[in-house]
């Protein structure tokens, strides 16, 4: 008699496996980038100005804010440092609701957010081709995540 080889059951094992870990990555990269996105992406009804910035320390940028319409300029503001927030820089920004964050909007500001995808999407595609062997999803997943990485950092 013949016996079977456990190797198709080891080989759809290793797939699923690798296709949660990469559904691991791709969530979690939506997850920490939404925090920062979903103020950007649904801005409407939020309190809108501009940033300007005195001073970086600890990771995180002071400076006062002037909202748009009547409201005069608050100090005591705060946005997250990233390369691209000076001393003297000025930028659009929308408020995070009950708080004294901000959170930069425009194009900059979106691409910025979805920077924890990019990356997440970069190690997913290592996984892709070499755990899945898809190699031409994996280049597609790397080209994606590799492209809005780079947007982000020019847009900046």
Known sequence: MKRSSPHPLLSFGRRAAMGCVVLLLLAAGV???????????????????VFSVTGCEDGMCTGSYDPEGAAGPRGGMTIEQSVAVKKGGRFPVVVKPDTNELVRTGTPGLLYAWVPLGGGLLLASLVIG?????????WSTALAGGALLLAAFFAL
Do not use: Y
């Open 31 to 49: 997850w920490s980038s939404w925090s920062a996105a979903q103020h950007v992406m649904l801005a409407k009804g939020r309190e809108h100005g």
């Open 130 to 138: 070499g755990g899945l062997r898809l190699t031409r999803t994996a």
